[in-house]
């Protein structure tokens, strides 16, 4: 009972991106063709909105459901690794044509197609899992 809202703000963020067009197929396919600024103006207003947070837990202003500070830890320099990281989330992203965020709001619609994509997305966090500490991170 104590986690329900966190299900609920997980509705209502499903609902706001259904409503907003950010899960829409033909959406993201404008982005990757730079045919529209919609999708740039989605995530320019969550970078920035992310910013904000971060800045808000440094200060611990924002604190976890337990009330605990949230230390975000330094970050490790490393083009490599942030390089190639992107390039396999874009062509996930482009091959898929769905962010993970919204996959299940896309399921919730009834695009049965994205169960593939969610068990895809749940059998490489877990292969990530096994191999973490074998990777150079």
């Not at 986690?3 to 509705?11: A, E």
């Not at 330094?74 to 989330?89: D, I, L, S």
């Not at 299940?104 to 899992?129: E, K, M, N, P, R």
């Amino acid at each position: 009972m104590k986690n329900i809202k966190f299900l609920v703000l997980g509705i209502l963020f499903g609902i706001i991106l259904t409503k907003a067009e950010v899960i829409s197929w033909y959406r993201i396919f404008e982005m990757f063709k730079f045919q529209s600024f919609h999708m740039y103006g989605v995530i320019g207003v969550a970078v920035v909105l992310g910013i904000i947070i971060a800045q808000l837990f440094k200060k611990g202003i924002l604190k976890d459901m337990n009330g605990n500070k949230i230390v975000i830890s330094p970050k490790k320099p490393g083009f490599k690794r942030t390089f190639f990281g992107g390039v396999f989330f874009g062509l996930g992203w482009a091959l898929v044509g769905a962010c993970p965020g919204p996959m299940f709001a896309i399921l919730g619609q009834g695009v049965w197609a994205i169960v593939v994509v969610i068990l895809g997305a749940l059998l490489g966090a877990f292969t990530y899992g096994l191999f973490k500490n074998k990777l150079p991170h």
